[in-house]
């Protein structure tokens, strides 16, 4: 079992930037890739980004690369969502789930999920 708690929500102005925070319970951790999605009103939830358990190995939708980045701290059960030039569209509930193997794309591969944490970016 794994449980996930994110934090490091808010508003921000457009342009900006925060940092979410995925922390883990469990002493399997890194045995997890960790995997970020997001659900803004009315639409459906679409995959940020993730990190692979094995090789650390990062994937990112085509509508954040180059703006956020996710890096792991096992030794801290963490992982964080670092995210940079924010634009009003990247505003919805941002979740991070847990999977074993690769960061895949598609939410319903994953079996844990944290209660989510809200970003809105205003204009």
């Known amino acids: 079992q794994v449980q996930l708690v994110e934090s490091g929500g808010g508003l921000v102005q457009a342009g900006g930037s925060l940092r979410l925070s995925c922390t883990a319970s469990?002493?399997?951790?890194?045995?997890?890739?960790i995997t970020w999605f997001r659900q803004a009103p009315g639409k459906e939830r679409d995959f940020v980004g993730g990190?692979?358990?094995?090789?650390?190995?990062?994937d990112y939708a085509d509508s954040v690369k180059g703006r956020f980045t996710i890096s792991r701290d096992n030794g801290k059960n963490t992982v964080y969502l670092q995210m940079n030039s924010l634009k009003p569209e990247d505003t919805a509930v941002y979740y991070c789930?847990?999977?074993?193997?690769?960061?895949?794309?598609?939410?319903?591969?994953?079996?844990?999920w944290g209660q989510g944490t809200q970003v809105t970016v205003s204009s």
């Open positions: 469990g002493r399997t951790f890194s045995s997890y890739a």
């Open positions: 789930a847990a999977g074993r193997g690769l960061a895949f794309r598609q939410p319903w591969r994953y079996n844990y």
């Open positions: 990190v692979n358990w094995s090789d650390a190995g990062t």
